[in-house]
């Protein structure tokens, strides 16, 4: 199953102290909200019904967002997804696991303090630590102040025990995690996810390293429910409308296949 889409892959920016602000509010610019492109829009619902057909299973839906490399669009593209649940009336809740380069709330203009980490480290309840967005039923639970020790967090019976709770009252919970080859978090939490979702860059992921995350990631026993590739180069089909334009350089194609629950 392949589909096209058009929308921003966190292609990096350059960026220092004196235009990091810039940058932020560039990085906004590619988020769904009311003016986003029609054919954009309805992109990120084909992306979500497979998803979902991807997924059969009945109650909470977990689903890790991930890559191989950094600077290859998860974090925009997870806070897209979540956004898309949310318009169906879906209770959502967009996690962001990135302990080491948290990105959420920065994509959000949310208060980056308390988080999960808080919750991990009995500073703070997990309710008290979730946020209310834009979004009507999204909320957001950002990564928290930012541990000395992420991996061992993650990797606690006490993340586990918050991902079970938080499955009670949510219908999906899309995760925002570390890139695989980067540092080991995204393995070590897979055991708590229905899937992940695969980002690939075109033009910059590598296909060694694609394979090698992937590696890990079986060796996990993760379940890959599909790939997502960024920077594809538009389809005409989608028109060149001026509030369009901007997404040219963003578009991005999903694989799906039916991996028949975990392996």
């Given at each position: 199953m392949k589909i096209k889409l058009t929308g921003n892959s966190g292609k990096p920016h350059?960026?220092?102290?004196?235009?990091s602000h810039i940058f932020n509010e560039q990085e906004r610019d590619y988020i769904l909200n009311e003016?986003?492109?029609?054919?954009?829009?309805e992109a990120y619902n084909v992306l979500r019904t497979n998803i979902i057909f991807s997924i059969p299973k009945e109650g909470c839906k977990v689903i890790g967002v991930t890559s191989g490399e950094r600077t290859e669009g998860k974090s925009i593209n997870s806070t897209n997804l979540a956004i898309s649940f949310a318009e169906t009336g879906?209770?959502?809740?967009l996690l962001d696991c990135d302990f080491r380069k948290p990105k959420i709330g920065r994509l959000l203009g949310l208060r980056s303090t308390p988080g999960i980490t808080n919750g991990l480290v009995g500073l703070q309840s997990i309710d008290k630590a979730i946020q209310k967005t834009k979004q009507e039923n999204l909320s957001a639970l950002l990564a928290g102040d930012i541990p000395p020790n992420p991996t061992e967090l993650l990797g606690s019976v006490r993340f586990g025990e918050i991902i079970k709770d938080l499955r009670n009252h949510y219908d999906y919970i899309i995760i925002d995690t570390p890139p695989v080859n980067v540092v080991a978090d995204a393995s070590i939490i897979s055991k708590h996810l229905d899937g992940f979702l695969f980002i690939v860059q075109q033009g910059s992921s590598e296909r060694d390293s694609i394979k090698d995350a992937l590696k890990q990631l079986k060796f996990a026993n993760a379940n890959i429910l599909g790939f997502l590739l960024n920077n594809v180069t538009q389809n005409k089909r989608y028109g060149n409308g001026k509030r369009y334009r901007k997404y040219e350089r963003y578009g991005y194609e999903y694989r799906a296949h039916s991996s028949g629950g975990k392996n």
């Open positions: 350059k960026k220092n102290k004196k235009t003016t986003t492109a029609f054919s954009l829009r879906s209770r959502v809740l």
